[in-house]
């Protein structure tokens, strides 16, 4: 099945600041969906992307769906207390069995300090 | 209208016992799919289910199994069980059996075995 890496394993920033994280896989990926986890909780659906070089907007958070759809980034600018927790990219099997099979990323655990 | 809704919410089991989970997805939503998070680790597919009937399995013993009822709730049972199995076991439901809207997750079941 299909994997993805993602990096960094750990973010520490100041507020204000922007934090990046990215998502990479071997093969070419037919979707990239994006995950955020509080400390304590569980996923929350961000987006998916399947379209090369994708990019998508959603107030400070910026997606994008790299040209060989091989690799994703979650970019957010000027960093909030509010956006501490666990960044997952995920890949939705496109077919076959398991058909709505997610494959999670290790994730991002991004701490902000105010 | 309320969200997914999984019970109990935590769980303390001895080694070699039985638990069973459930899971009651958003009104309307026919697929659900379960998923086990170990600490510091992304979410592992375990089963997806759709209009009742399993779609998928991931990597996980046969001391592992699921059904899902004629009103799509869902259980997750596990059988003799180990150490190992001590994880957050999440419910997602997704309108289509393609999760293409990105999946919604519940609060999740803490399990602890000892």
């Known amino acids: 099945g299909q994997q993805v890496m993602q990096i960094p394993q750990y973010q520490h920033v100041q507020e204000g600041e922007d934090f990046t994280t990215y998502c990479n896989s071997s093969?070419?990926?037919?979707?990239i969906q994006w995950y955020k986890q509080r400390p304590g909780g569980h996923p929350v659906f961000l987006i998916q992307?399947?379209?090369?070089?994708e990019v998508k907007k959603q107030k400070r958070l910026t997606f994008q769906f790299g040209e060989a759809k091989k690799n994703s980034s979650l970019h957010i600018t000027a960093t909030q207390t509010t956006d501490v927790g666990t960044y997952f990219c995920?890949?939705?099997?496109?077919?076959?069995?398991?058909?709505?099979?997610?494959?999670f990323g290790q994730g991002t655990i991004l701490t902000v300090h105010p | 209208d309320a969200g997914v809704t999984q019970s109990p919410t935590h769980l303390i089991k001895t080694r070699g016992q039985h638990v069973t989970l459930r899971c009651s997805p958003i009104s309307g939503h026919k697929s659900v799919s379960w998923y086990q998070q170990v600490l510091g680790q992304g979410p592992q597919f375990i089963f997806q289910?759709?209009?009742?009937?399993?779609?998928g399995r991931g990597n996980f013993p046969d001391r592992f199994s699921a059904r899902q009822f004629p009103n799509y709730s869902s259980e997750l049972n596990v059988n003799a069980l180990l150490l190992g199995d001590s994880a957050l076991y999440l419910c997602?439901?997704?309108?289509?059996?393609?999760?293409?809207?990105?999946?919604?997750f519940g609060s999740g079941t803490r399990l602890t075995v000892v």
């Open positions: 995920a890949v939705r099997n496109a077919g076959g069995t398991s058909y709505g099979k997610l494959t």
């Open positions: 997602a439901s997704s309108l289509r059996e393609d999760s293409v809207y990105g999946y919604t």
């Open positions: 992307l399947v379209k090369s070089g």
């Open positions: 093969t070419t990926l037919s979707n």
């Open positions: 289910y759709y209009e009742k009937e399993e779609r």
